[in-house]
């Protein structure tokens, strides 16, 4: 078993849908990352968090440390949403220093 | 500011034949990352920096693999007697700080290798 499991690994939504993406993780952990690569490969960070909730325009990242669980939402969702988004622990029972990856979520949003 | 850097952008090579990839991090960020991305796989660790400590290599697949870096600036990883199963994408990362707290990490745009 995975380290970090993502669900769905792949969801396509038409444009302006609410879209929810899942991140569980069995070890216990100092921050988790929400990473998203775009088509062309290239990798961008859109949250760090440790506890709570962060914001950023439409991007949404939660995190329950007792369910050891985070999810990624994007309110009204748009074509050009569509890329892989990746969840990352950082844990401090492994190594204090690397992430651990999930698979990724390949997102398709449709106009 | 700059972000990032990797060079080459694409790499092929021959079976045997060793190569050297190259990361320059953001200016001032003392912990540097190597990860690997094989074709429809995830994301995966290689290798840590962190300031003048020593190196975390326990991502390193085999000891065809090692890296370097000079002080807090760039960074090398070279791949011995490449084999097939080394073909992938080989992405830098480098954040302000590193450690258990560590920080937000900024990724280069990958070397892509192909070993024929």
């Known amino acids: 078993k995975n380290e970090v499991e993502q669900s769905p690994q792949n969801l396509t939504a038409q444009e302006g849908e609410f879209i929810t993406i899942n991140c569980s993780y069995s070890?216990?952990?100092?921050?988790l990352h929400w990473l998203q690569q775009h088509p062309g490969g290239g990798i961008v960070s859109l949250f760090m968090?440790?506890?709570g909730k962060k914001k950023h325009g439409r991007l949404i990242a939660t995190i329950n440390i007792q369910e050891k669980h985070s999810s990624l939402h994007i309110t009204a969702s748009h074509p050009r949403d569509s890329a892989v988004y990746i969840c990352?622990?950082?844990?401090?029972?492994?190594?204090?220093?690397?992430?651990?990856f999930g698979e990724g979520t390949q997102l398709t949003v449709n106009p | 500011g700059a972000g990032v850097s990797q060079s080459p952008s694409n790499k092929v090579t021959e079976k045997g034949k060793d190569v050297e990839l190259r990361c320059d991090p953001i200016?001032?960020?003392?912990?540097l990352y190597w990860y690997r991305q094989r074709l429809g796989q995830g994301l995966e660790f290689l290798i840590y920096?962190?300031?003048?400590?020593?190196?975390?290599k326990s991502g390193l697949p085999s000891d065809r693999f090692s890296a370097e870096r000079t002080g807090e600036s760039v960074s090398t990883l070279t791949i011995q007697r490449t084999q097939q199963e080394d073909s992938a994408v080989y992405l830098c990362?480098?954040?302000?700080?590193?450690?258990?707290?560590?920080?937000?990490?900024?990724f280069g745009p990958g070397t892509r290798l192909t070993v024929t």
């Open positions: 990362a480098s954040s302000l700080v590193g450690g258990t707290g560590g920080a937000e990490q900024y």
């Open positions: 070890v216990g952990i100092s921050a």
């Open positions: 968090l440790s506890s």
């Open positions: 990352a622990v950082r844990s401090w029972e492994t190594s204090g220093s690397r992430l651990t």
């Open positions: 200016s001032g960020h003392t912990a």
């Open positions: 920096f962190q300031g003048n400590s020593a190196p975390d």
